[in-house]
């Protein structure tokens, strides 16, 4: 069994920072892509940055500049260090990896989620 545990949410001002992380534990035999969404109330969840085991990024337009993932893939753990807050920044942050795992001599590659962590940006 995989799990995703999230940490490192709160409330900030605007302009604060914020570092998220997640910890994937369980029976692991690697992860791929990692990657970080957010979904604010009313919205839908949306894509905010997404790493390769490799270390290639993407990031959502509206983050660009501002927010920085990265991974130690030693650890099994995902970073975002989100610069620079704004209100619109407020949401639940989700984690997500697709990661392998070895079940009974079989490789499967599943997608996983973290429960989410709260981020608020007050003005």
């Known amino acids: 069994q995989v799990e995703l545990k999230e940490s490192g949410g709160g409330l900030v001002q605007a302009e604060g920072s914020l570092r998220l992380s997640c910890a994937a534990s369980?029976?692991?035999?690697?992860?791929?892509?990692m990657a970080w969404y957010r979904q604010a109330p009313g919205k839908q969840r949306e894509l905010v940055a997404v790493?390769?085991?490799?270390?290639?990024?993407n990031y959502a337009d509206s983050v660009k500049g501002r927010f920085t993932i990265s991974r130690d893939n030693a650890k099994n753990t995902v970073y975002l260090q989100m610069n620079n807050l704004k209100p619109g920044d407020t949401g639940v942050y989700y984690c997500?990896?697709?990661?392998?795992?070895?079940?009974?001599?079989?490789?499967?590659?599943?997608?996983?989620w973290g429960q989410g962590t709260q981020v608020t940006v007050s003005s």
């Open positions: 997500n990896a697709r990661i392998t795992e070895i079940t009974k001599g079989y490789y499967t590659s599943n997608p996983y």
């Open positions: 369980g029976s692991i035999f690697s992860i791929n892509d």
């Open positions: 790493i390769s085991k490799g270390g290639s990024t």
